[in-house]
């Protein structure tokens, strides 16, 4: 050690680092996602948290006439409805932060530490409003979907004939698809081999890839199942197609407007005090829910197998 000290002629790099600042970036979430369905969805507010789907019973049944030139009576009509139409209920998703008031007031600069656990929270919570607007059980689109709309893949593999098989079933004013990565990948591999790739599309200043000028949005939470080993073959997904708005009688997302402590549409952040232990407790609390206007509005492809790749010789 003496030898050391003796032989050293400055100020070494760790003492000096004592007295530098530290250039520092808020906590990065890896999780976090663009959460495109959010995007293109289209959004409607709700009263008392109840959306009702009103829909017409046959149509066949409603008789008109054309072309009538003599004096016989015109058809006698009526549309009727369905007497018990299904309600949507928002769903909520909340969790209760808790930041002990020492590490706020003490820790909170350059970066204020109940923000920023205030931010990834959300993060978290919005990250699972995704995943519910797909899967969840009541109101997921994958369980919404009618069984006349659900098709299979022909090989396996997601093909240009799969997808346009899909177009044929929601053919009135389509939005765009929406897939696992993994899934836009395997198609774009499979246009690849017939020799006709995608188009890409810019929207939200992002690229995505098209299909007879329909965005593929990516979503990882469209889950793939049987995840395979590195020398096995792929798993499965699906692969949606979606109509959107009310006014198209499509696919739309509901939120509740004025929520106190609204932070976004359907988001409400409110403090529950602070305990004994000085510990401050933040509500964070997200109401959503998503209905399907009609049935033609979301097709899905099944037993999509993304883990298939071809050989070029």
Not at 22 to 42: D, E, I, N, Y
Not at 104 to 123: G, K, M, V
Not at 238 to 243: E, K, T, V, Y
Request: aromatic content about 8%; proline content about 6%.
């Amino acid at each position: 050690m003496a030898d050391e000290k003796e032989s050293r002629q400055a100020l070494g790099d760790r003492a000096a680092r004592q007295l530098a600042n530290t250039t520092k970036t808020p906590a990065q979430l890896g999780s976090t996602t663009p959460r495109w369905l959010v995007s293109f969805l289209s959004w409607t507010p709700v009263e008392s948290g109840t959306y009702r789907v009103n829909r017409v019973k046959d149509a066949a049944k409603v008789e008109v006439a054309c072309g009538q030139r003599d004096e016989r009576d015109l058809p006698e009509t009526f549309v009727d409805f369905e007497e018990h139409p299904r309600e949507h209920t928002l769903s909520m998703v909340s969790t209760v932060l808790d930041v002990h008031t020492r590490v706020s007031d003490l820790f909170s600069s350059p970066y204020d530490q109940i923000r920023e656990q205030l931010r990834l929270t959300t993060e978290i919570v919005k990250e699972r409003q995704e995943s519910e607007l797909i899967n969840n059980a009541e109101y997921g689109l994958l369980h919404q979907a009618a069984k006349s709309m659900r098709i299979k893949t022909r090989k396996g593999p997601p093909t240009p004939d799969d997808l346009d098989e899909l177009i044929s079933r929601v053919w009135k004013e389509p939005a765009f698809f929406l897939a696992h990565p993994r899934a836009v990948a395997a198609f774009g591999r499979e246009c690849t081999r017939r020799g006709v790739p995608p188009a890409t599309v810019s929207i939200f200043g992002s690229q995505f890839l098209t299909w007879r000028g329909l965005p593929i949005v990516p979503c990882d939470k469209l889950h793939v199942d049987g995840e395979a080993n590195p020398k096995g073959p792929g798993g499965k997904s699906s692969i949606l197609l979606l109509r959107v708005g009310e006014k198209k009688r499509g696919v739309t997302g509901l939120f509740q407007p004025g929520l106190p402590g609204e932070q976004t549409p359907g988001l409400s952040v409110r403090f529950m005090g602070i305990n004994r232990k000085a510990i401050g407790s933040y509500l964070i609390s997200l109401y959503c829910s998503a209905a399907v206007l009609a049935d033609d509005a979301l097709g899905v492809l099944e037993d999509v197998e993304v883990g298939h790749y071809h050989e070029y010789h």
